[in-house]
């Protein structure tokens, strides 16, 4: 079956952050925002309170370094948020931890993410050839900032359909984020490319389906060239093409113009 649809990644694929703030600036931004939330409520920023973006930010690593070499079932990030301010004291109600999710998450805008400089010219390129987009990516948070940055960086005049995990409840390489990528689309795994930049959650979870995968390789690595390798040899899917520019898609055979 011909390929009718792509479907990308985002952190890593088609987008990323360069120039970082530093470090220090992350975490007095932190600090405010959390900080100014928390006081708004009444509460007050004594004792350990300044320190709960850290704590936050280390339950964060822990929940998804779990989900996703678990089950991949979206830990429920406002809900860790929860459990986090209850050790300092506040029972907040589930919307209060939205918000204090929200206001944790600085988002792409503050930490000068990018879009690389090939991605808008490369998917207007496979519309022109008709082909469809979507993204499926592995996030957190999905607010209004999100779509702000999303609309800003101009993908979502290109994509049909953005699935997130956070709002399925399923991470990639789960079967089921793809599945709802598909009944969205109303396509079939088989019509179907996955452009990513993490061999697990990009190119064995699609393969499992019968989708095609396209492997970003990280910018450090050799020279890519194209596979069409299934298996390697410890059983682990491989990606059928591998690039290391967004560009070189429009090289691969299943994404030239279709007639």
């Not at 300092?88 to 988002?107: F, I, K, R, Y």
């Not at 792409?108 to 979507?134: C, H, K, W």
């Not at 079967?175 to 930049?197: N, S, W």
Request: contains cysteine; aromatic residues 8%; glycine residues 8%.
């Amino acid at each position: 079956m011909p390929i009718t649809t792509v479907l990308f990644d985002l952190g890593n694929t088609l987008w990323h952050m360069p120039n970082k703030p530093p470090p220090r600036d992350i975490r007095s931004e932190t600090m405010r925002r959390v900080g100014g939330l928390i006081t708004g409520w009444g509460f007050e920023m004594s004792d350990e309170r300044p320190f709960i973006g850290r704590d936050i930010r280390l339950a964060v690593e822990d929940e998804t370094h779990r989900a996703f070499h678990g089950d991949c079932i979206d830990p429920g990030y406002p809900d860790l948020c929860r459990r986090i301010a209850k050790t300092h004291g506040m029972d907040l109600t589930p919307e209060q931890a939205d918000q204090l999710w929200e206001a944790w998450n600085l988002g792409g805008q503050f930490m000068n993410r990018e879009a690389y400089p090939d991605v808008i010219s490369t998917l207007s390129a496979l519309r022109d050839r008709e082909f469809r987009l979507a993204s499926v990516t592995n996030r957190g948070y999905s607010g209004p900032d999100f779509w702000d940055e999303v609309r800003e960086l101009g993908l979502d005049e290109l994509f049909e359909a953005v699935v997130v995990s956070c709002d399925v409840g399923y991470m990639k390489p789960h079967p089921r984020i793809y599945e709802v990528a598909l009944e969205r689309l109303g396509v079939k795994a088989a019509e179907c490319l996955m452009v990513g930049d993490d061999l697990r959650a990009d190119v064995e979870g699609p393969k499992a389906l019968g989708m095609m995968a396209a492997w970003r390789r990280p910018p450090a690595d050799k020279p890519a060239r194209a596979t069409a390798v299934e298996r390697d040899a410890d059983g682990s899917a491989k990606p059928d093409y591998a690039v290391e520019q967004i560009a070189e898609l429009l090289d691969l055979p299943p994404l030239q113009r279709r007639p």
